[in-house]
């Protein structure tokens, strides 16, 4: 098996390696019909939210993607310095590399020490006990926990694992036991309602659907792949936008995320007149970070909360819970998709 640390460098480096400025998250199917009347000033927009309890001056985010080794501990500092500067959340890579190897351990801390007043989020995959759950929250002193599903990963991945059978009542015991809020996450793949329904029913409250369009960890695992490739596996999931409607009958019983090939403030705004209570972004701000450095990547930050006013000024929404009352006009692919799931 390879060490976990240069799995970690390999999915940075592949994600960077094959990110690519036009999503195929599907939000080009969705169109905001324009109104002439906005009858609002920019000034009145809030764009703050919350979820999981936590209230967010922002409604977008830091998704997980980094530690477990010395050059991710580095793109960590990085990506907490953006947001301790720009006041965003942050998530921090699967922290399980720090359970097994405390060598590692300060991969993560970095996060919160470079970011000691901010949101931070840990991260853990499914098939986790309730005391490693619990580790990973105190090593980071994280207000939140994310817990990851990534079967599709698992599978392409060579050591990737085999067994998923007590996923779902893994996740109820962490989610009953923890005393932060629990976070349930896709990985690029997407979610149907049948999932949502599953974790509703294990008392999950807040999901990340997280859907393709964006990073492609069948791609990146079967480029590390030595025997043979799953390339079938490369076009797997439901897009973010398909993810988004299959979400539709939960958005008042789920606090719903979305997160998949995010790369503009239009797709947040989008995202948030789905029913998302906020937006992740991993695979571009890794990007900014990697190729523009620091500086500039807190200032196309700033540049994203400008546009997002202009847009709810736009949909004459004040706040993003308002953008729910806009009217989306749904086309192509993902229109078909909702006609054969018989989403309304
Ligand atoms: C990820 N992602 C991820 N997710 C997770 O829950 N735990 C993890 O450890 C990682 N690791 C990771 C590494 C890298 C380099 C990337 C780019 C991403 C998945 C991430 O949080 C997100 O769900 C997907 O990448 C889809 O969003 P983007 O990248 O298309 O914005």
Redesign the pocket.
Known sequence: MKPATNRKNE??SL?EHFYQADNDSSFADLQFVHHSFSEMQTNETNLATSFAGLVMSFPFYI????GGSKWTKQVNEKLATVARETGLAMAT??VSAALKDPTVSDSFTIVREANPNGLVFA?LGAGQTVENAKRAVDLLQADAL?I?LNTPQEIVMPEGDRDFSNWLSEIGQIVQQMDVPVIV????FGMSRETLQLLRSIGVKTVDI?GKG??NFAQIENYRRKDYKLDLLEDWGQTTAVSLLEAQPYTSELEILS????RTPLDVVKSLALGAKAV?????I?HLVLKEGVDDTIQTIEHWKEQLVSIFTLLGCRVSTDLQQTDVVVTGQTKDWCEARQID
């Open positions: 999915h940075v994600a998704n997980a993607m980094s890579g699967s991260n994310q990851h996450k896709e990985v690029g997280s964006g990073t997160s998949g090939g995010i992740g972004l991993s695979g571009h890794l």
